[in-house]
């Protein structure tokens, strides 16, 4: 993206942080009703799921990742970029489908899931302006699923992921992608215990897919949206977080 002439200041600056607040504060909203939903509390849910189980969900949830890097990058260049609505229908429906047959085939859902989330916020990153094709605009989209998943958001804490930066190289890529696993495999492991038990877990897996989608694109759009705020602004993006943080509920 390139610079405008004149960087943007004052009042603009301060509305587009203050939409960026927002979006962030209500990131988490949809998942407290997917909650109501599926019953229960999560730590009950993740005890259904077996033995030594987490382990084996971070190998599979960095696999996935890698595996989705390259599928949503071939995928948007056959079916291009998509709008929010249609995205989260997806993956709605692929929740659905993974958890009609159990734990089962919600792990053989997982790559898909992890796919369409990952080309979601391809999406945004796009819609903000950038190329998706980038290594730069690669890394970034990784590092969202670095922010804390919905059941964890927590006033900002999770905003440090934004100011990440590593050098753009494949083996950093693969550093990334090993750091950020294990934090979505928490997120992914709480959307397989509720998708555990057939046929009920098809609603389970739906509605978790349904928020998960939600928050994501949410996210996306806060970073990339910080991120072209600091290019049109000329703002140091340590500057902006710390003003974005500000702005968000404290409670």
Not at 28 to 45: A, E, F, K, R, Y
Not at 117 to 124: E, K, R, Y
Request: a negative charge; hydrophobic letters at 45%.
């Amino acid at each position: 993206m390139e610079l405008l002439e004149k960087p943007i200041t004052g009042d603009l600056v301060e509305d587009r942080l203050q939409e960026l607040a927002q979006r962030y504060a209500r990131a988490g909203g949809p998942i407290i009703q997917v909650l109501n939903l599926i019953g229960g509390q999560t730590d009950d849910l993740i005890k259904q799921l077996p033995e030594g189980f987490s382990d084996n969900l971070v190998a599979g949830t960095e696999q996935a990742l890698r595996l989705a890097m390259k599928a949503a990058e071939r995928s948007r260049g056959v079916i291009g970029d998509q709008p929010g609505w249609l995205t989260q229908a997806v993956s709605t429906a692929a929740g659905a489908a993974g958890g009609f047959g159990g734990l089962g085939s919600a792990l053989a859902e997982l790559p898909v899931t992890t796919t369409i989330f990952l080309h979601g916020i391809q999406s945004v990153a796009v819609e903000h302006g950038f190329d998706a094709s980038e290594t730069g605009v690669q890394f970034d989209c990784v590092q969202v699923f670095a922010a804390s998943g919905p059941l964890e958001h927590d006033d900002g804490a999770d905003l440090a992921f934004l100011t990440t930066r590593m050098v753009l190289t494949g083996p950093a890529m693969q550093a990334l992608i090993a750091r950020v696993a294990p934090r979505l495999a928490a997120v992914l492991g709480q959307k397989l215990a509720a998708q555990a038990v057939p046929l009920l877990g098809a609603a389970a897996g739906a509605a978790t897919n349904y928020a998960y989608s939600s928050y994501y694109r949410e996210m996306a759009h806060v970073h990339f949206g910080l991120r072209r705020l600091g290019i049109e602004a000329d703002r140091d993006m340590d500057v902006l977080v710390k003003s974005l943080r500000q702005r968000l509920p404290s409670g």
